[in-house]
Structure formats: structure tokens, C-alpha cells
């Protein structure tokens, strides 16, 4: 739905009054009580407050009132009328400046048109003999096109007459005269069929609607000329469509409709007479029948050769009382039944007279136009014809007795029963005290008894099944996938009530209140678990709808991303991009086999609980939890709600050593199978209480935030880790992001929710096509490639090569920069670089170090773990405000935990001397281990050599320096000692 949509259809009357002012006055204009300058153009849906100067559309108004932009006032209206949120693309942009082009250029014309018909002598005695006055054909703007006689020699002067009066007054109203609206008017000659094509893909015309025709003429026909009374068709004031009929005097009884190529579809036809409030509305056929009843001052409306559709049934709910009168012939009879059940079932049906007597003649009645003109004949005054056409409204029929008397009166019995099942299908449309106020006469018109009548609406509305109709088993869940059937849990914050969006075995896609499926031959009924607080609080949000179409995976992409940016500041925008991916990816996780974890990482008050907060709002079934929660409570909730995206908010409260059920969730829950085992009671055949193991799954995707990583290295290779700083509150400002969330932001979450939702339903398939030749990186770790894998094949789907490098160029920037963070703040690091100390010191070497016969280096534990601590402490007092990152605990490293870090963790073989263990040291070996924890040992090595007496240096530290080619390096300024090399 567009802009000018819904200007059209949100009232502005109903605007008015839910905005706390009383209504007065009957008809097109209504007043306010207490401001009697304020008037409202029902027929244009517009206000004027004449005393302010204030005016515009339900949206101007709106916007006044609540102090709110353009899109937001857009959105407010949509939600006091109940109408579909507006689609902001630039398609449907495009398409809604296309269509108001096409209202202001022929609102224009219609001035024109209009004026053309009054100097037309023969069409302006056309519109008196359909019993028209010279008021009503100005109250309806009924204009000509104009006559060429193109059999004349004159005929092209007499065309381009008309052409230029209509060309130069389009261009004093700004109109491109070559959008399609305009030159639906006009008419165009092209010079090449080329010309034609590149001016339909300009104007994106539809080239299925495109008259081949044209084509072979290379000539797009207009109105112009063609000697017909032309009507135009408003909505709110603005000419949406023109249909024509010949005037006699030019040609021969025809019909002409803006082709569809320029015009689009056709429109009904509403009369002056018309508002949405009026209290009588007579739904006619033709356009003719309707400006009749606007002349005797009932609203109709013509239906102008459209069919029965849905939006019909408004008019029930606008007008008071609504009748159809449909032309006496075949058509009209044939269509009768669907126009009726399309608007209500107690519509009422208006019998036309057959026939009308006018002096001599009797006069045959097809239509309401035709009555009109018969009683003028027949010298009625306007105030006897519109008591006549009362009078057929007094005496006409709800659709539903027409129906039920038909039935009743069928003699052939399989007839009457097809008849009788279409009277009650019509019949449990109404609400409750209108059946109320027709059950008996229904009953009686059908010649059925009340209690087998009963019997039979309730049967219809299911309340009393067959047994064999009747489900076996019934299931609550919250979705699944079932029998083929595909069921994903839809809920409507506005009723709090649940339903399934679905898709079927053949891949259509549906909504259902519950759904029947045969299992076992026996049949099942799945109904939606019923929602309760934790649902109706948002600590789980679900989709609200299934949207009509699907959005491709770039533009998903591409909405996904414009919202974060929207809603937190990004230092780099790649993040943005990054997440996008992710937040795609968590609909199809369950497709997946493993699937990474999002990870917001840095100190308090730098927003990671807002990121992790406002992306999990696009989420596949995001779920509130905390690091406080119990282990029972995450994994009962992934169970419950059949997975989710799980956000814990400071999930490193807990310690989160590899002994921790908190973590071990973690762990388990990015692979495809993850569970954890526990007793659980259960009642057996006896009766007998019991305990018996039962599974619970801990696989989804999961958004973490907290202050520091973990000991635990196994998680963050499960990360994709994003680490956040303070922001500036001017910088937020600037960039305008809010501080908080609010229902703006909730509605457009829920709106992105919708739609990924849809796209889930219609792409969902067991596995997620994931190329293990694509989509592994071997610059990253396998793990990471792992759980990353879904996100590349994202991102391989919408086929950009320069977005997939852009993806694993950052993927190892996080990679890298999460290994650093590892491998510098470990307790083996640190063990490493005390070692590396005792080497590079020499007065350190003397003393911890020897060299026994075999040449080979031994170091001492107790020594290693003096040189150790002694690092840590000092590292301690650099970041002593940072409790929770200080690297030594409360006893220090001990020798035996200096022996185990060098035996397990550094490879290191040990010698047990008569003084205790000692280490040897591999020194090639320990050179690999000081680049893995990044210990800058070339450097210190050569500022050794720079600085320090050859003499003094030990051999194996030179022997290492001439073996990987070492240049000495002194440092600025300083003072060179003689024999320092």
C-alpha cells in the first residue's frame, strides 16, 4: 500500500474523532462541535480549518496533531484505520510519485474535458436526454473528447486544435508530457519502433498489458476526438480513471477504457452524492445509473464493468443501509449472487419496475437510468422521482431471504439442497443479533424446522464434527515441522492471540488458526500453544503476520543493515554488514549444522547490551535471558520454544572455567545435536513414580555481552566477537541514534521480523547449501569455518564476490585480533616471556640456567615461577584498576604449576638432579611458542646485541642471533661502550 492509498482510505472523519472532537452535520461537509471553522470534505477526505489557515489530508492532520514527521504521521494513520504499514522502497516509491503524476494530470484534464462539453451542442444534448440537469453534469465534472471527423480534409488541424488546448494546459500544470498518463490523453506517433521500447522502459510500462497493435504502428492512441461523454472516476477529489461513452450524434453506441498499459486497472465509479458516510448507498452497474441517483441525492456507486471483490465489503461497513439494483438482463441477473455475498449477506436487493407508463407509451425499465428517464417522460418532478426510487428502497429484499425463498421453493431436491447450503453459508456471516433477528424467517423461507435449522448452522461452523471429521489428537506447540507441513508460531501483540503462518508439502504459503493433518491414518489437529506473560511481555517476540510478497535476499539484506546504522553507532560500518549476515542467517540455523555466536565484547558503558539488544530484535524468535539465569532455565527454554536466538546479557558473571554447566552449554549449543542430559520424573505403566534421562537442546544461535573473555579459549573460537568502546554523546547525537527503544523502533523490528519471516517459510530446506570447498577460509581456524560457514553461503546467495571478500577479509581481522587477545592475556604467555627473560638477562642466566656436558640448557621450575610472578605483579599494577583482568592469582603460579604449564602446554621434557626437576630447553622450539604468544624476541635480541658486552652475552644467545641472522640495534642516544662487540 502506498501514500496516496492511504490518503484515499483512512477517513478523515474517523481521524478527526479518534483525535477527541465531536462530528456534526450530515452529508459531503461535517463541522466540529465548538469550532465551527473546522470543516471536513468527506468526498475529498481533506480538512479546513478556516480560522487558522490550517488544511491538508488525514496525514497533515495527524502530523499537526502529534508533532510527528511525514513517515511517522504516515504510520500513525495507518494504525488508527487498521491499514497495512506503508512499503518505503524505492520500487514502491517510485511507483506511488508515478500514480500521483497520473491523478494531478488528469484532475487537470478533467477541467478541460469539462469545459469541452459545454461547448459541444450535440453532446450537451446528449447528457439532457439521459435526464441529466446542466447542475449535475458540473456536480460530476462529465466532460467530452472533443470530435474529428478524420474522414475530412481538415481532420489533423481539428486534432492538433485539440491537442495543444489540452497540451498547454498540462505543461502550465508541470505534467511531463510523455509520462503515459498524459499521453493516454494525447496520443503519441514514434518515430521507430526503438524510440517506443526505450520509452516504455523509462516509464517501466508493463509490456504484457502493451497493445501489440501499437507496436505495428508505432502509434500509442489517445482520447482526444473520439466524440464521446467521458466520465471521470474521483477518489478523495482526484481523478483516478476516465471511462467514455459515444455521444449519437458522432458514432455508434460504444464503450472506451483507458488502456491498462496507461491507465491501470479499471475503477468503480462513485457519484457526487457520495461520502463514506452516507447513510444510503445503492450499488449500481453502470456509470449512467449512478450520476441518475447523484441528481435525486442518493450516494451510489458503479460498479463499471469491475467484478466482485473483497473491497466491496467495506461499503457494508461505511453505509447504514446499502442496496443493489443490477440491470434486468442475464448479466445483471448472473452476477447478482457474487456481488451480493462479496458486500453482505443483508444487503438489500432492489426490484426495479419492469416497465413505466408515460402517457401512451409504456416504457421498459433495463436500469435505474432508464427509470429516470422513464418518470421524467412520464412528467414526474425530481421530489416524486426520488419518493419512487424510496419507495423501491422501503420494498426491497436482503439478499439473504432472496436466497433462502429461492431454496424453499426449488422442487428438485438435489437443487434445493445446494441452494440451502448457500443460504447458510450466508447465513453464519452474520453476527450474532442479526441472527438472531432472522433465524426464524430464514428457517420459515427454507420450510425447515428450527431445531434441524440449528442443527445445521452449527454442523456448517464445525461446532458439531462427524467422528470422522473429528480430530483424534490434538497438539499445542510453538511450531515445527510436521507431516511435510512447515509451522511457524505467528503472534498479534494488538489481540494477543496466536496462529500459524505455514507453508505445505507443495510449497504454497498460508495462515491458519490451527491446522488438520492425517498421521498415522488418524488425523491431528496442531494448534499454536496458548501465549501467556512471558510471550505477552516480549521476553520472546514472534513475526504478527505473513507478508503478501517476498523481498529477495539482497533487499532483506539491505534493510536489515539501513536499520542497525539506523539504531547504533558503528565505527566501522563492515560490522553492520557483518551482523546483517548473521541476523539472516539465524532463520535458517536450524538448516544448519553448526552456527557461530555473536559476541559483543568491552567496558561497561560502551553499549555491547544495546548492540546485542537491538539486533536480536530481527532475530529468529529472540529470548531475553541474563548470565544470572540458571543453566535449567536456558536449556528448558530452548527446549520449549523449539530454539530461538538466545541473548544473555553479561554472560561472564558466572565463572566460566571448563568444569561449568554454564558454559558447557555454550560449547555444545553451536553444533546441530547439542544437548544436556537429566533425570527427569516420569509415571510408568503402573502408575509408579520414576526417573529416567531425557535430552534437552542447546543448539541455536546465541548473542552474547560482557566485560572480559573468558578462561575458557574453546568459546571464543565459537565467536564472532565485536568489541565496543565508549561513544561520545554528542557523536550519538549527531548521528542521530537514540538512546533507548522505544515503539518506533518496535514496530520496524516487527515489520523486519515479517518479512524475514516469509522468506524463511519460502526458502527453508533441511540442509543449508553449504559448499565446504567455498566456504572455508584456510586463514582462519577450522572451528571458526565451522560455525562462519552458513554466513558465507549468505552472502554467496546474493552473488556480490566483492561482499564475500569484504566478509572473510573481516572474519580474519576477528579472527586475528581474538587469537591476540588469547594469547597475550594467558597464564602460558606469560610463562613463555618469563623464560624468554631468564635468557635474555644475563645476570638472570648465571643464576637460572645451566649447561650441562651434553651441552644442553637446563632451567629451574622454582625459577621460572619467581621471574613469572614477578612479571604478572608488575602487569597488576599497570591495570590495578581492572580487577577482573589481573592476570596472577591470589597464591601466585608455584613451581609444580610452572612444571605442568612447560610439560603440557610447551613440550618441555624434564632431568630430576639431586636439587629437584629441571626443564630442558628446546631452544628452536621455544622460539616457535614465543611467535605464537607473540613475545618480541628478535627485538630484544637485538637490542642485546646493541647494548650489552659481547663477553657477557651467553653463547647460546649469540649461536640463536647468528642463526636467524640478527643485526644488533642500539637504541637513540645511546652511549656506545669501547669492545661492546
Not at 479499471?266 to 448507498?281: G, L, M, S
Not at 533487499?555 to 542497525?564: G, K, P
Not at 604478572?872 to 601466585?892: A, F, L, R, S
Request: hydrophobic letters at 40%; glycine letters at 8%.
Amino acid at each position: 500500500m502506498n501514500v496516496e492509498e492511504i490518503k484515499q482510505k483512512a477517513e478523515i472523519a474517523e481521524i478527526v474523532e479518534r483525535s477527541g472532537y465531536k462530528l456534526t452535520g450530515r452529508g459531503r461537509y461535517l463541522t466540529v462541535v465548538g469550532h465551527d471553522s473546522l470543516v471536513l470534505d468527506t468526498f475529498k477526505n481533506y480538512y479546513s480549518w478556516n480560522s487558522t489557515g490550517e488544511s491538508g489530508s488525514v496525514i497533515d492532520w495527524v502530523m499537526n496533531r502529534e508533532g510527528l514527521d511525514f513517515k511517522d504521521g504516515v504510520r500513525r494513520v495507518c494504525e488508527i484505520s487498521g491499514l497495512p504499514a506503508p512499503d518505503w522502497s524505492q520500487v514502491n516509491v517510485a511507483r506511488y510519485a508515478a500514480a500521483k503524476v497520473k491523478m494531478d494530470a488528469w484532475t487537470v484534464a478533467a477541467g478541460v474535458l469539462s469545459l469541452w462539453l459545454q461547448r459541444s451542442v450535440p453532446a450537451m444534448a446528449y447528457a439532457h436526454a439521459r435526464g441529466w440537469s446542466d447542475g449535475t453534469v458540473k456536480a460530476e465534472t462529465l466532460g467530452f473528447t472533443g470530435w474529428v471527423d478524420w474522414n475530412a480534409a481538415t481532420a489533423w488541424d481539428d486534432y492538433e486544435k485539440l491537442a495543444k488546448e489540452m497540451r498547454d494546459t498540462l505543461l502550465l500544470a508541470g505534467v511531463d508530457l510523455k509520462h503515459p498518463a498524459a499521453i493516454a490523453l494525447l496520443g503519441k506517433k514514434f518515430g521507430s519502433a526503438a524510440e517506443m521500447q526505450a520509452w516504455q522502459d523509462e516509464y517501466q510500462i508493463d509490456p504484457v498489458e502493451f497493445d501489440s497493435r501499437w507496436l505495428e504502428s508505432k502509434r500509442v492512441p489517445g482520447l482526444l476526438g473520439r466524440g464521446m461523454l467521458v466520465y471521470p472516476h474521483f477518489e478523495r477529489g482526484k481523478v483516478v480513471y476516465f471511462s467514455c461513452r459515444s455521444v449519437p450524434e458522432y458514432a455508434e453506441k460504444a464503450h472506451y477504457n483507458i488502456p491498462v498499459a496507461l491507465g491501470g486497472q479499471k475503477q468503480r465509479f462513485y457519484n457526487h452524492e457520495w461520502t463514506p458516510r452516507a447513510e444510503v448507498c445503492i450499488v449500481v452497474e453502470g456509470q449512467a445509473c449512478a450520476i441518475s441517483l447523484g441528481q435525486l441525492g442518493f450516494a451510489a456507486v458503479a460498479l463499471a464493468g469491475l467484478n466482485a471483490d473483497a473491497d466491496l465489503g467495506d461499503l457494508f461497513k461505511h453505509h447504514k443501509k446499502l442496496y443493489v439494483a443490477l440491470d434486468a438482463d442475464k448479466a445483471g441477473k448472473t452476477g447478482l449472487n457474487a456481488i451480493c455475498e462479496a458486500i453482505h449477506p443483508l444487503v438489500g436487493v432492489i426490484q426495479l419496475p419492469k416497465n413505466v407508463r408515460a402517457g401512451e407509451e409504456l416504457i421498459e425499465i433495463k436500469d435505474f437510468n432508464d427509470l429516470h428517464q422513464a418518470m421524467i417522460k412520464a412528467g414526474y418532478d425530481e421530489q416524486t422521482q426520488a419518493s419512487q426510487v424510496s419507495g423501491l428502497l422501503v420494498n426491497s429484499i436482503s439478499y439473504l431471504e432472496i436466497r433462502a425463498a429461492e431454496a424453499g421453493a426449488t422442487q428438485d431436491r438435489t437443487d434445493r439442497d445446494t441452494l440451502t447450503l448457500q443460504t447458510l453459508q450466508q447465513y453464519v456471516k452474520l453476527d450474532a443479533t442479526q441472527r438472531d433477528l432472522y433465524r426464524d424467517r430464514i428457517a420459515q423461507a427454507l420450510k425447515t424446522k428450527i431445531r434441524a435449522f440449528d442443527r445445521l448452522v452449527k454442523r456448517l461452523e464445525g461446532n458439531q464434527e462427524d467422528d470422522k471429521d473429528k480430530p483424534g489428537e490434538y497438539v499445542s506447540c510453538w511450531g515445527g515441522t510436521f507431516e511435510g507441513w512447515k509451522m511457524e508460531y505467528v503472534y498479534d501483540p494488538e489481540s494477543k492471540t496466536a496462529s500459524w503462518a505455514y507453508r505445505d508439502p507443495d510449497g504454497k504459503l498460508g495462515t491458519a488458526a490451527y491446522l488438520d493433518l492425517w498421521r498415522g491414518g488418524k488425523k491431528v489437529r496442531y494448534v499454536p500453544a496458548e501465549p501467556y506473560e512471558f510471550v505477552h511481555s516480549g521476553q520472546i517476540r514472534f513475526p504478527s503476520r505473513l507478508p503478501e510478497k517476498t523481498k529477495d535476499v539482497k533487499e532483506l539484506l539491505a534493510i536489515i543493515n539501513a536499520f542497525l546504522r539506523r539504531y547504533y553507532f558503528f565505527t566501522d560500518e563492515r560490522y553492520a554488514q557483518l551482523i546483517s549476515y548473521w541476523v539472516l542467517g539465524s532463520w535458517f540455523y536450524d538448516a544448519c549444522e553448526a552456527y557461530c555466536y555473536l559476541r559483543a565484547l568491552g567496558p561497561a558503558g560502551c553499549g555491547k547490551t544495546e548492540l546485542m539488544k537491538r539486533v536480536t530484535q530481527l532475530c529468529y524468535h529472540p529470548i531475553r535471558s541474563s548470565g544470572v539465569d540458571t543453566t535449567a532455565v536456558l536449556f528448558r527454554t530452548i527446549e520449549m520454544f523449539e530454539g530461538g536466538t538466545l541473548h544473555i546479557s553479561e554472560y561472564d558473571q558466572e565463572n566460566s572455567d571448563t568444569e561449568n554447566s554454564f558454559i558447557k552449554i555454550l560449547l555444545d549449543g553451536s553444533m546441530r545435536g547439542g544437548s544436556v542430559n537429566r533425570l527427569v520424573k516420569y509415571t510408568d505403566e503402573n502408575g509408579t513414580e520414576r526417573m529416567r534421562p531425557e535430552g534437552f537442546r542447546t543448539y541455536c544461535p546465541k548473542a552474547l555481552d560482557g566485560r572480559k573473555e573468558t578462561k575458557d579459549d574453546a568459546l571464543a573460537t565459537r565467536c564472532i566477537t565485536i568489541w565496543t568502546y565508549p561513544v561520545n554523546q554528542e557523536v550519538l547525537k549527531t548521528a542521530n541514534i537514540p538512546l533507548f527503544v522505544d515503539d518506533k523502533f518496535r514496530a520496524a523490528a516487527l515489520t523486519i521480523q515479517n518479512e524475514l519471516l516469509r522468506y524463511r517459510l519460502e526458502n527453508w530446506q533441511d540442509n543449508f547449501p553449504i559448499d565446504n570447498d567455498l566456504d572455508v577460509d584456510i586463514r582462519v581456524s577450522p572451528r571458526m569455518n565451522q560455525v562462519v560457514a552458513p554466513l558465507r553461503t549468505i552472502v554467496r546467495m546474493t552473488g556480490d564476490e566483492i561482499a564475500l571478500e569484504n566478509l572473510n577479509s573481516l572474519l580474519r581481522e576477528i579472527h586475528d585480533q581474538e587469537r591476540n587477545s588469547q594469547v597475550v592475556t594467558s597464564i602460558t604467555a606469560r610463562v613463555v616471556e618469563g623464560l624468554w627473560k631468564i635468557l635474555i638477562t644475563p645476570m638472570m642466566f648465571k643464576e637460572g640456567i645451566e649447561i650441562n656436558e651434553e651441552g644442553l640448557m637446563l632451567v629451574k621450575t622454582g625459577y621460572v615461577a619467581m621471574v613469572t610472578n614477578d612479571l604478572i605483579d608488575k602487569m597488576n599494577e599497570v591495570d590495578e584498576e581492572d580487577e577482573e583482568n589481573k592476570y596472577k592469582t591470589k597464591k601466585g603460579l608455584t613451581a609444580r604449576g610452572v612444571g605442568s604449564i612447560l610439560k603440557s602446554q610447551l613440550s618441555m621434557t624434564s632431568i630430576r638432579k639431586s636439587t629437584g626437576f629441571h626443564y630442558v630447553i628446546n631452544l628452536p622450539a621455544l622460539v616457535g611458542q614465543m611467535t605464537t604468544y607473540l613475545v618480541p624476541w628478535q627485538e630484544d635480541l637485538a637490542m642485546m646485541l646493541g647494548t650489552i658486552r659481547k663477553t657477557d652475552i651467553p653463547k647460546p644467545m649469540l649461536k640463536l642471533a647468528e642463526e636467524y641472522e640478527i643485526e644488533p640495534v642500539i637504541p637513540a642516544g645511546y652511549q656506545r661502550q669501547d669492545g661492546i662487540l
